[in-house]
Protein backbone atom coordinates (compact mmCIF):
# COMPACT_ATOMS: atom_id res chain seq x y z
CA UNK A 1 0.00 0.00 0.00
CA UNK A 2 1.14 3.28 -0.96
CA UNK A 3 1.32 6.25 1.37
CA UNK A 4 0.28 9.67 -0.19
CA UNK A 5 2.26 12.95 2.14
CA UNK A 6 0.59 16.43 1.83
CA UNK A 7 2.43 19.39 2.55
CA UNK A 8 1.16 22.00 4.40
CA UNK A 9 1.92 26.03 4.41
CA UNK A 10 4.46 26.24 7.61
CA UNK A 11 5.48 22.34 6.83
CA UNK A 12 9.34 22.27 7.01
CA UNK A 13 11.16 20.71 4.46
CA UNK A 14 14.28 19.32 4.30
CA UNK A 15 16.02 20.08 0.96
CA UNK A 16 18.41 16.99 0.07
CA UNK A 17 21.96 17.28 -1.66
CA UNK A 18 20.67 18.33 -5.33
CA UNK A 19 22.38 16.55 -8.82
CA UNK A 20 24.00 19.39 -10.94
CA UNK A 21 22.13 18.25 -13.64
CA UNK A 22 19.15 15.43 -14.11
CA UNK A 23 20.59 14.69 -18.11
CA UNK A 24 22.69 15.40 -20.30
CA UNK A 25 20.29 17.46 -22.22
CA UNK A 26 19.73 19.71 -19.48
CA UNK A 27 23.89 20.05 -18.75
CA UNK A 28 24.58 21.03 -22.56
CA UNK A 29 21.39 23.00 -23.25
CA UNK A 30 23.09 25.34 -19.53
CA UNK A 31 26.29 25.42 -21.37
CA UNK A 32 25.64 25.93 -24.74
CA UNK A 33 22.84 28.64 -23.54
CA UNK A 34 25.23 30.55 -21.83
CA UNK A 35 27.58 30.70 -24.46
CA UNK A 36 25.06 32.12 -27.00
CA UNK A 37 24.17 35.32 -24.65
CA UNK A 38 25.41 37.31 -21.79
CA UNK A 39 22.31 38.93 -21.29
CA UNK A 40 20.28 36.56 -19.02
CA UNK A 41 20.61 34.28 -16.08
CA UNK A 42 19.61 30.38 -16.34
CA UNK A 43 18.40 29.44 -12.64
CA UNK A 44 18.12 25.25 -12.54
CA UNK A 45 14.73 24.18 -10.66
CA UNK A 46 13.29 27.43 -9.68
CA UNK A 47 10.42 27.69 -6.98
CA UNK A 48 7.75 25.52 -7.51
CA UNK A 49 4.67 26.36 -9.04
CA UNK A 50 1.16 25.75 -7.91
CA UNK A 51 -0.36 23.01 -10.06
CA UNK A 52 -3.57 21.11 -9.30
CA UNK A 53 -3.39 19.28 -6.38
CA UNK A 54 1.03 19.28 -6.81
CA UNK A 55 3.73 21.45 -7.27
CA UNK A 56 5.87 21.30 -10.45
CA UNK A 57 9.56 22.64 -10.70
CA UNK A 58 10.38 23.37 -13.83
CA UNK A 59 13.78 22.25 -15.46
CA UNK A 60 14.94 26.45 -15.67
CA UNK A 61 14.04 29.79 -15.30
CA UNK A 62 15.78 32.58 -17.76
CA UNK A 63 15.99 36.16 -16.48
CA UNK A 64 16.86 38.95 -18.07
CA UNK A 65 20.24 40.41 -16.07
CA UNK A 66 18.63 44.30 -16.30
CA UNK A 67 15.55 43.81 -16.91
CA UNK A 68 13.56 42.10 -14.32
CA UNK A 69 10.39 41.94 -16.33
CA UNK A 70 11.83 39.37 -19.30
CA UNK A 71 11.59 35.96 -17.58
CA UNK A 72 10.39 32.95 -18.89
CA UNK A 73 10.13 29.14 -17.61
CA UNK A 74 11.76 26.55 -19.63
CA UNK A 75 10.30 22.74 -18.90
CA UNK A 76 12.31 19.56 -21.22
CA UNK A 77 10.47 17.17 -21.79
CA UNK A 78 11.90 13.83 -23.45
CA UNK A 79 10.75 10.65 -23.70
CA UNK A 80 8.44 9.43 -20.51
CA UNK A 81 5.18 7.11 -19.57
CA UNK A 82 1.64 8.13 -21.31
CA UNK A 83 0.31 8.57 -17.62
CA UNK A 84 3.67 10.65 -16.87
CA UNK A 85 3.36 12.98 -20.21
CA UNK A 86 -0.78 13.19 -19.50
CA UNK A 87 0.22 14.44 -15.75
CA UNK A 88 2.71 16.81 -16.76
CA UNK A 89 0.14 18.36 -19.61
CA UNK A 90 -2.34 18.49 -17.29
CA UNK A 91 -0.40 20.23 -14.74
CA UNK A 92 1.21 22.77 -17.42
CA UNK A 93 -2.25 23.50 -18.74
CA UNK A 94 -3.63 24.07 -14.73
CA UNK A 95 -0.78 26.37 -14.00
CA UNK A 96 -1.34 28.76 -16.64
CA UNK A 97 2.38 30.23 -16.51
CA UNK A 98 2.94 33.10 -18.63
CA UNK A 99 5.82 32.79 -20.62
CA UNK A 100 6.54 29.74 -20.54
CA UNK A 101 8.68 27.72 -23.24
CA UNK A 102 8.11 23.94 -23.54
CA UNK A 103 10.74 22.03 -25.23
CA UNK A 104 9.63 18.57 -26.67
CA UNK A 105 11.50 15.60 -27.80
CA UNK A 106 10.84 14.90 -31.34
CA UNK A 107 10.44 10.88 -30.48
CA UNK A 108 6.82 12.16 -28.53
CA UNK A 109 5.57 12.96 -32.08
CA UNK A 110 3.17 15.89 -31.07
CA UNK A 111 3.40 19.12 -30.18
CA UNK A 112 -0.57 20.26 -30.47
CA UNK A 113 -1.05 18.58 -26.71
CA UNK A 114 0.53 21.08 -24.50
CA UNK A 115 -0.35 24.72 -23.15
CA UNK A 116 -1.72 26.57 -26.40
CA UNK A 117 -0.14 29.73 -24.35
CA UNK A 118 3.41 27.95 -24.27
CA UNK A 119 6.09 28.36 -26.74
CA UNK A 120 6.74 24.49 -27.75
CA UNK A 121 10.41 23.76 -29.88
CA UNK A 122 10.84 20.56 -30.82
CA UNK A 123 14.45 18.93 -30.41
CA UNK A 124 16.36 15.72 -31.62
CA UNK A 125 19.05 15.25 -29.49
CA UNK A 126 19.64 18.65 -28.16
CA UNK A 127 18.14 21.86 -27.35
CA UNK A 128 19.28 24.67 -30.01
CA UNK A 129 19.69 27.97 -27.79
CA UNK A 130 19.13 29.93 -30.68
CA UNK A 131 15.84 28.20 -30.92
CA UNK A 132 15.02 29.16 -27.19
CA UNK A 133 16.19 32.86 -27.66
CA UNK A 134 13.67 33.22 -30.72
CA UNK A 135 11.13 32.25 -28.72
CA UNK A 136 11.78 34.51 -26.10
CA UNK A 137 12.10 37.24 -28.21
CA UNK A 138 9.11 36.52 -29.88
CA UNK A 139 7.06 37.08 -26.23
CA UNK A 140 4.59 39.56 -25.43
CA UNK A 141 7.24 40.70 -22.66
Keep these: ?9 GDPIKPTEQA ?6 ERRFAREFMKATNDYDLIREPE ?10 PDFAIKHRTDNEKSWLLEIVGFWTDA ?9 RFA ?8 VSKRLGTTDLWPSHAHVITFD ?13 SSNV
Design 84 to 92: YLQKKIENL
Design 125 to 137: RWIDPSAVLKAMN
Design 1 to 9: KQSSWIIKS
Design 96 to 103: NIKNLIIC
Design 48 to 57: AIEAKESLIF
Design 20 to 25: EFDSQI
